[in-house]
């Protein structure tokens, strides 16, 4: 005897859709609430082990009520976030996010469109960004883009497609085999970790990746690339890729793209560009000339989700040969069969561009933060950015008490308090910066000195929180430099 199968009041949706409605609208005025009022909040505040325990509890069987999971939301996720959302939010590279840039992602989730494949408008919304992207890098309408989580990611798709290029596409089926043994990569000693993490994953090994040494402003040296290259091929090597930045990761600094776009032509080698956030300086005319040579780039590897305020995530790769990506990634099977009519139509589909088969809708809230703000109000804002770093350089280099530890390059300030145990006395003003909840910088290591890393990225960051940042490294800093000295009494910090 066959049991009749749950009927249709069975299913996820609400019983009562004006009650979910209302509940709805709350959340919506809330998280308004929560963007616009932002600076009353601190930037970060530490998890107190109570809200932290509750995030240990067994699967939840049951049905529960949704105002009692918001209200758990509110009081226990909500604040205890990382505050890149916040002003004074300076470390590491993290966009801030549009209220915006919300409401898109509220209306693709509503869609639920994946974008794997298949003949639907949001692909054709994807194809838009590619349009623009090609647009922005001056790109010939030949280039293949697509959406990916971050940069890392993208970076290790350039290295694959630089690897499927130069070994022939017989090298999907056939792995590296012998003639992949000898490849090698050069990159500079201030490029992002990811790119070895990509040559690892590639298959070639970090060891493939020779790391380049960089001039004061921590740009590659050109020359001393060309040489590191020439020793490989009389020792035997296959050069084949080289990865340039754009806005590295601890200064800031912007590698002389059009020398290494000239000695990659010269020698025959892939140029890859991570430019995880200094790409998008394209959109500024001040920015834009220091990029000079990223229009001629193989790819590029960038994020929507750093300078373009686009919300987590929404990482991209633009390669210039789109037929050398394709070839890298589409692979035929039975139940992807295309068709040149109805919903399997469209063909190439962006799982032919990347190892995802299902993806999320990021082109929709990066189509709506670039109409709704145009690409001259991002330059612009990217810009300003810029100028703020060059107004927390001034005030650096004014305070005797403050040492700056590389040159302002574009959005990165990379400085310290002057003391006896600097290392040690610049790491605690960092930790008691995010524990105070003024400010959020992070820390790196220049020439084997700690420094405090101000990274500005924010749409909102203002005067207002650069200047409370160093009058809280002032005061910190007196106090950590108090409570380390030798005459300092017992219990002092
Ligand atoms: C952020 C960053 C990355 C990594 O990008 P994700 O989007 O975090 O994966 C790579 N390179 C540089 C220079 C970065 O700033």
Not at 128 to 151: E, H, K, N
């Amino acid at each position: 005897m066959t049991k009749a199968p749950p009927d249709a009041g069975e299913t996820l949706d609400p019983d009562d859709w004006d009650a979910l409605r209302a509940q709805g609208h709350r959340m919506l005025d809330d998280m308004f609430d929560y963007i616009a009022d932002v600076r009353a909040r601190p930037v970060w505040r530490p998890i107190p082990a109570e809200t932290r325990a509750r995030f240990r509890d067994g699967l939840p069987r049951a049905s529960a009520d949704l105002d009692d999971i918001y209200r758990e939301f509110a009081d226990h996720i909500a604040p205890y976030t990382a505050g890149n959302v916040h002003p004074g939010f300076m470390g590491w590279v993290n966009g801030g996010g549009t209220a915006i840039g919300m409401l898109a992602e509220m209306l693709a989730a509503g869609l639920n469109a994946n974008l794997g494949g298949r003949d639907h408008v949001p692909i054709e919304v994807e194809r838009q960004i590619v349009l623009w992207v090609r647009q922005m890098f001056g790109f010939p309408d030949t280039a293949s883009g697509i959406f990916v989580t971050g940069t890392s990611m993208a970076n290790l798709m350039g290295v694959l497609v630089a690897r499927s290029a130069r070994l022939g596409p017989s090298v999907r089926q056939r792995g590296l085999s012998d003639r992949g043994a000898g490849l090698t990569a050069y990159t500079s000693v201030a490029t992002h970790g990811c790119v070895a993490q990509a040559m690892d994953l590639a298959g070639f090994g970090t060891d493939a990746l020779r790391r380049i040494p960089v001039d004061r402003c921590h740009r590659i040296d050109v020359d001393a690339l060309r040489a590191q290259v020439a020793a490989d091929r009389a020792a035997g090597l296959t050069p084949f890729l080289v990865i340039g930045s754009a806005g590295t990761v601890d200064i800031g600094a912007v590698d002389d793209l059009a020398a290494l776009h000239a000695l990659c032509r010269d020698e025959n080698l892939w140029l890859h560009v991570d430019g995880a956030y200094g790409a998008l300086g394209i959109l500024s005319p001040e920015i834009a000339p220091r990029l000079a040579g990223i229009e001629s780039a193989d790819s590029i590897a960038f994020d929507f989700h750093k300078w373009g305020q686009v919300p987590y995530d929404a990482g991209f790769l633009l390669v210039r040969d789109g037929e050398q990506h394709r070839r890298t990634f589409a692979a035929p099977v039975a139940y992807l069969r295309r068709e040149t009519r109805g919903l399997a139509a469209g063909s190439p589909w962006p799982c032919d561009y990347g190892p995802d088969m299902s993806r999320g809708f990021r082109a929709l809230k990066t189509w709506f933060t670039f109409k709704a703000y145009g690409t001259e109000k991002l330059g612009a804002m990217i810009a300003r950015t810029c100028a703020l770093a060059r107004y927390l350089e001034a005030k650096v280099v004014a305070e005797p008490k403050l040492e700056l530890l590389a040159p302002v390059q574009l959005n990165i300030v990379c400085f310290r308090y002057r003391a006896d145990d600097a290392d040690k006395v610049n790491a605690r003003i960092v930790a008691s910066l995010h524990e105070s909840g003024i400010a959020a910088p992070s820390t790196t290591t220049l020439d084997g000195r700690l420094a405090i890393r101000a990274a500005i990225v924010n749409h909102r960051t203002d005067m207002r929180d650069i200047d409370a940042l160093v009058a809280a490294v002032l005061e910190f800093g007196a106090r950590e430099t108090d409570s380390l000295s030798p005459r300092a009494g017992r219990g002092a910090g």
